[in-house]
């Protein structure tokens, strides 16, 4: 009987390939692999509401030279922001290190766009650099819907330092949760982006929606 289960065992390792060692992976790409994870209509339900996005999967990611990914779900139209041009956008936050799911908060779900002035250094790199372009990222278009993956370096790595004066509505950089608003997803962002005892932070999964020029705040 022992021997009978010894073989059993043993036919079905080599059918399934389980008697090869599994290769081990760096943290880097564990992570990429939670963000590949992500690249799901799900994300986009606010904006698949509105029939901006037929399908969001199988999007082609890109890597910039600062570590920005990107991935446009929708081209836009039109003419580019600027810097000093105000810009108004719909994004969806989530998370590549959650323990209890990835979504952390969405304008869209609040009826309330995120708006700033380009480059007046309010709003994190990793979206800047996404609207704005760089040498190797071509600059959003109005109407258009990208998907990025921050970085720590392009993200909120300033709010762990600083966090009781920086972690606030309407702080800096954001965006931010606003809790008066959204207070259980506030919390969830303040846990992980604004939390001096992480030892890191964990890229950041951001949909947005770019709107054209707006001429106030």
């Given amino acids: 009987w022992v021997l009978s289960l010894s073989l059993l065992f043993s036919l079905l ?3 399934l390939g389980l008697s090869q060692e599994p290769k081990p992976i760096s943290r880097r ?3 990429l692999r939670t963000a590949s994870g992500l690249l799901t209509p799900v994300a986009f339900v606010s904006f698949t509401m509105t029939g901006d996005v037929e399908a969001a999967a199988d999007l082609n990611f890109q890597t910039s030279g600062s570590g920005l990914q990107w991935a446009d779900a929708k081209v836009g139209s039109g003419t580019p922001l600027k810097s000093g041009s105000v810009a108004s956008i719909d994004y969806v936050m989530s998370t590549t290190g959650a323990r209890y799911g990835t979504k952390i908060y969405s304008t869209a779900d609040k009826g309330a766009p995120y708006r700033w002035t380009l480059g007046d250094g309010t709003t994190i790199d990793g979206i800047e ?3 704005l372009g760089d040498d190797d990222i071509p600059a959003m278009t109005p109407g258009g819907i990208r998907r990025l993956v921050i970085p720590q370096s392009l993200g909120y790595s300033k709010l762990a330092e600083q966090p009781k004066s920086l972690c606030v509505q309407d702080g800096t950089p954001g965006p931010i949760p606003p809790p008066n ?3 259980e997803e ?3 962002f303040k846990n992980i982006y604004c939390n001096p005892d992480r030892q890191y932070q ?3 999964v951001m949909d947005i929606k770019l709107y054209g020029q707006r001429t106030t705040r």
């Fill in 13 to 15: 390792e080599c059918g």
């Fill in 29 to 31: 790409s564990a992570l």
């Fill in 129 to 131: 650099k996404a609207i």
């Fill in 181 to 183: 608003q959204a207070f």
């Fill in 186 to 188: 506030y919390q969830r």
């Fill in 202 to 204: 964990p890229d950041l």
